[in-house]
């Protein structure tokens, strides 16, 4: 079972930059689709960015496309989140988890399609 650690978050400016990294255990985490996900106070866990097991493919948030670049390092076994000109709307918990089908991908913003959940970063921008 793949348990999921969380780094990178903090207290930034807006206009600033950020890059979260998402350590996995366990030797397979390059048969993983990969995603980010983002928990504000008070709403539902909203969807970020998702890679699929071969970095082939990326998908974004409205919210976040052109900001934020996710990528990952299969020898590494982590996911990175690189977030740039980060908005006070970015504040959350940021969570990585992997995409529970261990086939293609198709992409879903629904967080019951993701588990592992690793215990969260916070990052907070401030105005």
């Known amino acids: 079972q793949v348990q999921l650690v969380e780094s990178g978050g903090g207290l930034v400016q807006a206009g600033g930059s950020l890059r979260l990294s998402c350590a996995a255990s366990?030797?397979?985490?390059?048969?993983?689709?990969m995603a980010w996900f983002r928990q504000a106070p008070g709403k539902e866990r909203e969807f970020v960015a998702a890679?699929?097991?071969?970095?082939?493919?990326?998908y974004y948030a409205d919210s976040v496309k052109g900001r934020f670049t996710i990528s990952r390092d299969n020898a590494k076994s982590t996911v990175y989140l690189q977030m740039n000109s980060l908005k006070p709307e970015d504040t959350a918990i940021y969570y990585c988890?992997?995409?529970?089908?261990?086939?293609?991908?198709?992409?879903?913003?629904?967080?019951?399609?993701?588990?592992?959940w690793g215990q969260g970063t916070q990052v907070t921008v401030s105005a």
């Open positions: 988890a992997r995409f529970l089908s261990t086939t293609a991908y198709y992409y879903t913003p629904n967080a019951s399609a993701y588990g592992n």
């Open positions: 890679i699929t097991r071969s970095a082939g493919t990326t």
């Open positions: 366990g030797r397979t985490f390059s048969s993983y689709h």
